[in-house]
């Protein structure tokens, strides 16, 4: 049966983000996931976890400069020092929350520059990422995202990231394959979980209805299908990660907005 996780940046806006994991508790979830924990001293954040007996399960690396618009380091040329310095902070942060993932994000294509140019750079950082992980037991995943939510992207396609997957040939390192994501650039979902699931390079499953990315019982998807067959293709390759439910409630931050949009949750639970 698939293992859901809580984005805790996503769900739960009208809550402090410190709230949300007690709420996330309280619906019924046993883990959570979220962007960056860098604002909070990792024993503060491990307290919580444990209060609420919740794993965590995934974050982001730092992605350089967030707020002017940047999404990650790795494919940038130049940038290989501020690249090196905020994978060995996530992984120390990694192992304060026992968090056995991070998502290193690809970044944006520099104007002026072609996306043939930043493939060595994208390579070498992640290899180098993948080695400094596996002496300490995490794995680095990598995640294709659809070029309408962050324009300039670097990775958008499962079959790109199964391909530099393979080239780098590091076992920690795994794609993080986001439903909403494939849907929205490729689409043939179910026969991407079937395709890639077995291989063993899927570290991690997010979710979000299409188009609007809100709940997955909203949209163009249909998710309880979809969740059938990542429950029949796990049971025969024994993958056994977690679906993280990445969406915005359709509810926005009212009182008990993301609570109430959970009703597809309940047979999961
Ligand atoms: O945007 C997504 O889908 C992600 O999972 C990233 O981690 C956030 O940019
Ligand atoms: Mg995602």
Not at 85 to 101: D, I, M, N, W
Not at 180 to 186: A, L, N
Request: hydrophobic content about 40%; proline content about 6%.
């Amino acid at each position: 049966m698939p293992r859901f996780a809580a984005n805790l940046s996503m769900l739960y806006p009208e809550l402090d983000f410190l709230a949300r994991f007690e709420a996330a508790a309280r619906d019924g979830f046993q883990a959570v996931e979220y962007l960056f924990p860098y604002a909070y001293p990792a024993q503060e954040l491990a307290a919580l976890l444990k209060a609420n007996r919740l794993q965590q399960v995934l974050f982001n690396a730092p992605p350089g400069d967030w707020d002017g618009g940047e999404r990650g380091l790795a494919c940038l040329p130049g940038r290989e020092k501020e690249f090196r310095e905020g994978v060995v902070t996530a992984l120390t942060y990694a192992q304060a929350l026992e968090c056995p993932r991070i998502h290193v994000m690809a970044g944006l294509v520099p104007a002026g520059q072609e996306r043939a140019d930043l493939g060595g750079t994208y390579v070498a950082n992640l290899r180098w990422a993948a080695q400094e992980a596996a002496r300490r037991g995490i794995d680095v995943l990598m995640e294709p995202i659809n070029t309408r939510d962050i324009p300039g992207f670097f990775l958008n396609r499962q079959d790109q990231a199964h391909e530099i997957v393979q080239q780098i040939g590091a076992p920690n390192l795994k794609v993080q394959m986001d439903l909403y994501h494939c849907q929205v650039v490729e689409g043939d979902v179910a026969m991407k979980i079937r395709k890639y699931l077995p291989t063993g390079r899927v570290g991690h499953f997010q979710i979000a209805g299409v188009p609007e990315r809100h709940e997955p019982d909203v949209g163009e998807v249909n998710y309880e299908y979809l969740f059938q067959v990542i429950d029949q293709v796990s049971q025969q390759c024994g993958w056994s990660g977690w679906v993280g439910c990445e969406y915005k409630p359709r509810l926005g931050a009212s009182p008990d907005g993301t609570s109430q949009g959970l009703r597809w949750f309940q047979r999961w639970r």
